[in-house]
């Protein structure tokens, strides 16, 4: 039992002294995602949507650790493969930003998941990256499709960012994409206000 504790006390300063030696899907002592997990990190050939994986596996295992516990570790790992996966596309672009999440989740979860993503791929690429558009009136999650197409409609520039997007090539930054229906009003907004738009989704989970 002394043991035991030992180990659990030793882990814990571990962790906390060192958090990106340990896994963030199945918690083996590894710098970042370890190749095991890494091997569910597979994209979904038929979906339309720019992404790295499909939603399944160590992919939404990163989410749910993000999103849901608020690991910054698993953060840096979406961001990581985000960037690794796309490099070269991700290098074409001017300007970083990100899908916005509803205040509701915002206000649940205590910080934008959408921003610390883009802000950790801008980081990885060298690119500048800012806020551009407002949060949609409802939070996605438990939405239907039409619901989820109708709610994104809400999302729009924020007052006084025209000038930061017109006539710039502008990446839009997502962690899952369900319908799409966010990512393509985002770009739309940026294609209207005289940018040009591309997008990412860390995840595709599609609609079945």
Known sequence: MGKRLHVRILSSILDTLYPRLRCPVCGEYYDGLCPVCRLTIVPE?????????????SAKALVSSFKSRGSFNAAREIAAIIHDSHSEYIRGFDLVTWAPSSGLSRKRLGFDHGEVLARNVAALAGSDCRRLFSA???????????????????????????????????????????????????SERITDAGGIAGAIAFAYQGTR
């Open 45 to 57: 050939e038929k979906a339309g949507i720019l992404h790295c994986s499909r939603y399944e596996g």
């Open 136 to 186: 949609p009136a409802f939070e996605q999650k438990g939405l239907e499709r039409t619901e989820r197409q109708e709610n994104a409609l809400s999302i729009g520039i924020i007052k006084g960012r025209i000038d930061l997007i017109r006539g710039r090539k502008i990446l839009v930054i997502d962690d899952v994409a369900t319908t799409g229906s966010t990512l393509r009003i985002c």
